[in-house]
């Protein structure tokens, strides 16, 4: 059972924002700025498209967006898209010098 | 490009072992570390451990101790992950994946992944 929790779903009509919370302790999520977020859509290989909290690798839409406060971290997707239907998972890298998931958020579009 | 391609699917009986193999190419193998991840059907992910491939050394998660072996041959650029003691909980796809960054400035997420391999342990 993962220490990291994040809501089992989220949905949201198109066009509007939602965000994904990713709630760990000091010792993983609120330790460092390493928590990287994965969207997944079914049946396929995870993606990364966040990392070290709010950077985006090449090619990932400016419509994901993340943050920290504390020992929450967030996954926000503005302008909500039918292909952004899928499952979202945080990570983090924590001080035992191990990496944790989140339990995962299936986000669904109205 | 960046590539990580994984051996094909397996049925073990519970007790067994299974080996996965993880070809890179497109990279320098040695600069960039290797996860071992899986995801058991309907979960989600969990991390299982890390391949340093210059020097090999590794890292795993607790859980797994006793019973996950991780190598790497570098004449080929393939990393192997081997499970022992399997039961019906190991079932689950297991993938590699290349961390972001090269050693010294890496990014400590997981950048590039294989297709996944499926490890079915049944009697």
């Known amino acids: 059972q993962s220490a990291v929790t994040q809501p089992a779903s989220v949905s949201g009509s198109p066009g509007q924002s939602i965000t994904i919370s990713c709630t760990g302790s000091?010792?993983?999520?609120?330790?460092?700025?390493?928590v990287s977020w994965y969207q997944q859509h079914a049946g396929k290989v995870p993606k990364l498209i966040i990392y070290e909290v709010s950077d985006r690798p090449s090619g990932v839409s400016s419509r994901f967006s993340g943050s920290k406060s504390g020992n929450t971290a967030s996954l926000t997707i503005s302008g909500l898209q039918a292909e952004d239907e899928a499952d979202y998972y945080c990570?983090?890298?924590?001080?035992?010098?191990?990496?944790?998931f989140g339990s995962g958020t299936k986000v669904t579009v109205l | 490009q960046v590539q990580l391609v994984q051996s094909g699917a397996e049925v073990k009986k519970p007790g067994a072992s299974v080996k996965v193999s993880c070809k890179a190419s497109?990279?320098?193998?040695?600069?960039?570390?290797i996860h071992w991840l899986r995801q058991a059907p309907g979960q989600g992910l969990e991390w299982m451990g890390i391949?340093?491939?210059?020097?090999?050394?590794?890292n795993w998660a607790p859980k797994f101790k006793g019973r996950i072996t991780m190598t790497r041959d570098t004449s080929t650029s393939t990393a192997y992950m081997e499970l022992t003691s399997l039961t019906s909980e190991d079932t689950a796809v297991y993938y590699c994946?290349?961390?972001?960054?090269?050693?010294?400035?890496?990014?400590?997420?997981?950048?590039?992944w294989g297709q996944g391999t499926l490890v079915t342990v049944s009697s």
């Open positions: 497109g990279y320098t193998f040695t600069k960039f570390h």
């Open positions: 994946a290349r961390e972001r960054g090269e050693m010294g400035a890496t990014e400590l997420c997981f950048d590039y």
């Open positions: 000091s010792s993983d999520v609120g330790g460092d700025k390493y």
């Open positions: 990570s983090s890298f924590t001080s035992s010098h191990h990496y944790v």
């Open positions: 391949i340093n491939p210059s020097a090999g050394i590794t």
